[in-house]
Antibody
Framework: QVQLQESGPGLVKPSQTLSLTCTVS??????????WSWIRQHPEKGLECIGY???????YYNPSLKSRVTISVDTSKNQFSLKLSSVTAADTAVYYC?????????WGQGTLVTVSS | EIVLTQSPGTLSLSPGERATLSCRAT???????LAWYQQKPGQAPRLLIY???SRATGIPDRFSGSGSGTDFTLTISRLEPEDFAVYYC??????????FGQGTKVEIK
């Protein structure tokens, strides 16, 4: 079955760019008509949808983050990526990648990203 | 943006008991496009229910969802030891961004 795995730095300095990659295994990112999403979970604020991408490159971003977010896809590597610029402590969260555009299944295991100098 | 409020915050029950979790929306969720997830410590959320009442693949039939409009319910008919976890509802019925509830923790009494 399809599995997802996030990777990237666990510590990012304030004002820098957070970069994460999600590797999809057990299926092709460009088949099945699926969208691929990023979701984050703050300790205090709960779960927040960041955005999603289709294998063609079509994207949607949460308006609250739109000015700072870029999601891209690399079908040759079966990966999709998240970049979040100008981070602050408020961006400290567990970041998940997941399959789906409306509801999400499956999810990656998540990766904690801490924003601190 | 639709705000989802889950109640109660914590539910203390014993194995074998019935659990009833509520999710209330600030406006009607079109198409009953509501999902439920289970999250255990250190793990990602797992999809249980979508479309308010459809069980996801591999989910036991002791989990059931119901509701429409602004009021939705997740019922666990008989709690198994592995069911003690945090449960979230999520709506995807209007324009994105989709939103999640704040969660209900089901703990062992």
């Amino acid at each position: 079955q399809v599995q997802l795995q996030e990777s990237g730095p666990g510590l990012v300095k304030p004002s820098q760019t957070l970069s994460l990659t999600c590797t999809v295994s057990g299926g092709s990112i460009s088949s099945g008509g699926y969208y691929w999403s990023w979701i984050r979970q703050h300790p205090e604020k709960g779960l927040e949808c960041i955005g999603y991408i289709y294998y063609s490159g079509s994207t949607y971003y949460n308006p609250s983050l739109k000015s700072r977010v870029t999601i891209s896809v690399d079908t040759s590597k079966n990966q999709f990526s998240l970049k979040l610029s100008s981070v602050t402590a408020a961006d400290t969260a567990v970041y998940y990648c997941a399959r789906g555009r409306t509801y999400y299944a499956p999810w990656g295991q998540g990766t904690l990203v801490t924003v601190s100098s | 943006e639709i705000v989802l409020t889950q109640s109660p915050g914590t539910l203390s029950l014993s194995p074998g008991e019935r659990a009833t979790l509520s999710c209330r929306a600030t406006q009607s969720v079109s198409g009953s496009y509501l999902a439920w997830y289970q999250q255990k410590p250190g793990q990602a959320p797992r999809l249980l229910i979508y479309g308010a009442s459809s069980r996801a693949t591999g989910i036991p039939d002791r989990f059931s969802g119901s509701g429409s409009g602004t009021d939705f319910t997740l019922t666990i008919s008989r709690l198994e030891p592995e069911d003690f976890a945090v449960y979230y509802c999520q709506q995807y019925g209007s324009s994105p961004p989709w939103t999640f509830g704040q969660g209900t923790k089901v703990e062992i009494k």
